[in-house]
């Protein structure tokens, strides 16, 4: 337990100072009215051989509450999400490739409004063994 609160610490960390990648949204607009829940969900194009990542979302909190988050399609040693922190941490026990759909999170809007560019925006950190990892391409997709 003490090695992954470490390693979450860190993870944390890491996404202050080695910001690797900003999000994209994928969809240019996209409508919600206000109490209703819909689903980000995070895509990278590559990511080459990462050991662990690291996602932090941001937006106006006066816009939207951050409801659930979850790693997909992982086969990791940890996949963490910190609701009220609003970042994931996941961890590998070997190099793995880990890219397509990665992580999705489900949003309440708290007002009628459509949603463009960077109102939510996710950052990453990637990691080997030894440095950060370029990252290539992070999208956001918007469904409800």
């Not at 100072?17 to 194009?45: H, I, R």
């Not at 992982?74 to 992580?103: L, M, Q, R, S």
Request: aromatic fraction near 10%; charged fraction near 30%; hydrophobic fraction near 45%.
């Amino acid at each position: 337990m003490k090695k992954i609160s470490i390693l979450l610490v860190l993870l944390s960390v890491l996404l202050v100072f080695l910001g690797c990648g900003k999000s994209k949204p994928s969809d240019k607009k996209f409508t919600v009215e206000a109490d209703e829940t819909f689903f980000v969900t995070v895509s990278m194009k590559e990511s080459g051989e990462i050991k662990s990542m690291a996602l932090s979302v941001y937006f106006d909190n006066n816009a939207f509450e951050l409801l659930e988050g979850e790693w997909l399609n992982h086969n990791a040693v940890i996949a963490d999400f910190n609701k009220k922190a609003k970042d994931a941490a996941i961890a590998f026990e070997k190099d793995t490739d880990y890219c397509g759909e990665i992580f999705r999170f489900s949003v309440k809007a708290k007002k009628d409004l459509t949603i463009i560019d960077d109102m939510i925006i996710v950052e990453s950190v990637l990691r080997n063994e030894q440095v950060t990892v370029e990252c290539n391409g992070i999208e956001l997709a918007y469904s409800k």
